[in-house]
Antibody, heavy 120, light 108 residues
Framework: QVQLVQSGAEVKKPGSSVKVSCTASGGTINTYTINWVRQAPGQGLEWMGGIIPIFGTAKYAQKFQGRVTITADASTGTVYMELSSLKSEDTAVYFC?????????????WGRGTLVTVSS | EIVLTQSPGTLSLSPGERASLSCRARQSVTSNYLAWYQQRPGQAPRLLIYGASSRATGIPDRFSGSGSGTDFTLTINKLEPEDFAVYYCQQYGSSPVTFGPGTKVDIK
């Protein structure tokens, strides 16, 4: 059974960047859209963007344009999300989530999340 | 973007009771592309319903979804202890995908 495996928790200083990874165990994610969704403490879910690894072109939520970069390494089946110019408000759990594709654009499989803490 | 609202914010019920959760969109959701997710504390969201009314793989039949256009409902029949959680709706018919703020179902 395919599982999405994310990198471990990070603690970052304001103004720095963080890069979180997501890969699949038990299968491949190369042909699916892999999305990033974040959840601030006690808050709801917020879509940040996504990418199809074999194509490599990412799409982003307007809110994060210019500050988030989503990339993929199809050779290793790994997707990365890099968020720059970190602020305390970026403290959140960051999830990767698989989207099956047209017309199944919902998120059927989620990683366990990566806690990113931004603190001076 | 399509804004989703969920009500109530919190629903306090006892095991065995029925839960009815509402999700409303400010504009019509394309092709009723509306999903529901369950999130237990400390866990990732879990897909329950897609296409407004189709149950995801492995989801018990006490969970059902209904609605169309701008008004959608998630119903949970005979609440089990593991059903006490937060539930989010999501529209995925228009870009960007958006989520509702969530409804917490807690134990009365």
């Amino acid at each position: 059974q395919v599982q999405l495996v994310q990198s471990g928790a990070e603690v970052k200083k304001p103004g720095s960047s963080v890069k979180v990874s997501c890969t699949a165990s038990g299968g491949t994610i190369n042909t699916y859209t892999i999305n990033w969704v974040r959840q601030a403490p006690g808050q709801g879910l917020e879509w940040m963007g996504g990418i199809i690894p074999i194509f490599g072109t990412a799409k982003y939520a307007q809110k994060f344009q210019g500050r988030v970069t989503i990339t993929a390494d199809a050779s290793t089946g790994t997707v990365y999300m890099e968020l720059s110019s970190l602020k305390s408000e970026d403290t959140a759990v960051y999830f990767c989530a698989r989207e099956l594709g047209l017309p199944d654009w919902y998120f059927d499989l989620w990683g366990r999340g990566t806690l990113v803490t931004v603190s001076s | 973007e399509i804004v989703l609202t969920q009500s109530p914010g919190t629903l306090s019920l006892s095991p065995g009771e029925r839960a009815s959760l509402s999700c409303r969109a400010r504009q019509s959701v394309t092709s009723n592309y509306l999903a529901w997710y369950q999130q237990r504390p400390g866990q990732a969201p879990r897909l329950l319903i897609y296409g407004a009314s189709s149950r995801a793989t492995g989801i018990p039949d006490r969970f059902s979804g209904s609605g169309s256009g701008t008004d959608f409902t998630l119903t949970i029949n005979k609440l089990e202890p593991e059903d006490f959680a937060v539930y989010y709706c999501q529209q995925y018919g228009s870009s960007p995908v958006t989520f509702g703020p969530g409804t917490k179902v807690d134990i009365k």
